[in-house]
């Protein structure tokens, strides 16, 4: 696998959101979009931590 430097586009976040609900694992997610298994956990890791707003209350709670 070749290294980059550059950023995940917001094509393969949403490539890995989408293959990570189909439980790819990180390893088979990289080879896919030949991206580091490592970017790949970083980045499941970063979105497993963004906290969701509710759409219900509009983020109030009650």
Same mark, same amino acid.
């Not at 094509?11 to 979009?33: C, D, F, P, V």
């Given at each position: 696998?070749?290294?980059r430097?550059?950023?995940?586009?917001l094509?393969?976040?949403?490539?890995?959101?989408?293959l990570?609900g189909?439980?790819y #694992?990180?390893r088979? /997610?990289?080879?896919r *979009?030949? @991206? #580091?298994?490592?970017? /790949?956990?970083r980045? *499941?890791? @970063?979105?497993?931590r963004?906290?969701?707003?509710?759409?219900?209350n509009?983020?109030?709670?009650?």
């Amino acid at each position: 696998m070749g290294t980059r430097t550059n950023q995940l586009t917001l094509k393969e976040r949403y490539q890995i959101e989408a293959l990570h609900g189909q439980n790819y #694992s990180a390893r088979a /997610i990289a080879q896919r *979009l030949h @991206r #580091s298994n490592k970017t /790949i956990s970083r980045e *499941l890791d @970063r979105v497993s931590r963004v906290p969701t707003v509710s759409h219900c209350n509009g983020g109030r709670s009650a």
